[in-house]
């Protein structure tokens, strides 16, 4: 009988051995996978949240603790800008890593009956660049750079999958009639004539999160363009709640409820436009939160690179009201303005392992800066072309080379100028007249908020400005400024 004992204990203890390197061998690809292999990289992109609209960044009027949790294990840049001070040439500088100069989409050029102008086929964007370096990519979101079918269109552009709103114009609507499934349009019967029955922002972030779920086990690149807080101003009901007693009583806004431009450009009324708006920057916090928790479950976060920022600054339209919220805090300026208030936004990276938790950085960076530290994350080569300088030294807390300067152009709102060179901001108005317009010029170590101009006290500043903006411009065909249209 202790025979008998002493064989099954042996068989026992064989089968035990053998369950345990079954385990380690199925564990392994996963770890080998979380510490060697090319991080995953997700890029959430804010519509039209400002520099204070963060409670990291001094919002007083709600919080944003998952957003500020992302800083809290990661890093967070106070000085970054964003590619323009509008959506669509935003977008374009960031997908290219040229800045506006040099992009294709300059402004918002709309093209009928749905989309934006697009940027071109030889074109070569971070997707296309990590999609060579083995990424699967997708974007979730509002797109704003080319029509379905153009050259433009995301699964033209390196985009393996995309979800969401083609046209920023059609993103206005939170409870659109259609979205798109690559080249497939998805209507939305729940929202057929007034219907508000699919929040849109809700099923994009579904999608999102399968993303995900569906290429844990290899690297990709999840591009996550919000539409929020982007006017209109909607939100589900129960986000809606937690705030109107606190606003109340509350500011109305009067917008189109009915006639062609209903769900296909214009902004619905919104009787609580304050609780809204916190609702809505609430409900984005939320889904940032839930994109989080999904990494962790996967065990793939500490193999994860997350960044979160905003496409420019803060809008006044729909009823936005970014002076109640302080929305900018310091900085002088709005959505289509080249002060720092359309152009700074907050930045925060989160990735374990290489970010030190709750560091800071004034490393100046722009959108363009995107495809070079892309490229050095993936390890491959960015494009010669890009007007970018990778960060990453700056997100490892490392020395980190800095910018001669930073340059903007917008040609809309009679055209202007901008550089950020070392501390000084110099800033050009009315431009389609001409390049012989007046520089402003602002100190912002002293004067963050461009209140004092010092041109005629720094000539020598002055003329490098000039130079600067006469060497950066590129003519362009579509967006010129008007002295440059040709008859």
Known sequence: MNKVILIFLGLFAVSQISCAQAQSSETKPQEARSQNAKPNIVYILADDLGYGDLSSYGQKKFNTPNIDALAEKGIKFTQHYSGSTVCAPSRSALIT??????????????????GQYPINDSDFTIAELLKEAGYTTGAFGKWGLGPVGSSGDPINQGFDVFYGYNCQRMSHSYYPFHLWDNDQKVVLDENSGSGEGVYAPNLIHQKALAFIDANKDKPFFLFYPSTIPHAELAAPEEYIAKYREKFAPDKAYFGVDEGPRYKMGGYSSQPETHATFAAMVTLLDDEVGEIVAKLEELGIANNTLIIFTS????HKEGGADPDFFNSNGPLK?????????????????????????????DHISAFWDLMPTFADIAN??????????????????????????????FPERGGSQAVRMGKWKGVRSGVNRGFDSPIELYDLSTDLGEKKNIANQNQAIVDSIVTIMQNAHMESAVFPFKFEQKE
């Open 97 to 114: 890593g040229l800045h506006t100069g040099h992009t294709t989409v300059r402004g918002n050029e709309e093209i009928q009956p749905e």
């Open 333 to 361: 300026g709005y959505k289509r303005d080249l002060y720092e208030g359309g152009l700074r936004v907050p930045m925060v990276a989160r990735w374990d392992g290489v970010i030190k938790p709750s560091t800071e950085t």
């Open 380 to 409: 491959v080569d960015a494009p010669e072309t890009t007007d970018g300088i990778s960060f990453l030294n700056a997100l490892k807390g490392q020395p980190q080379d800095e910018h001669a300067f930073l340059y903007w152009e």
């Open 311 to 314: 496409d420019n600054g803060p």
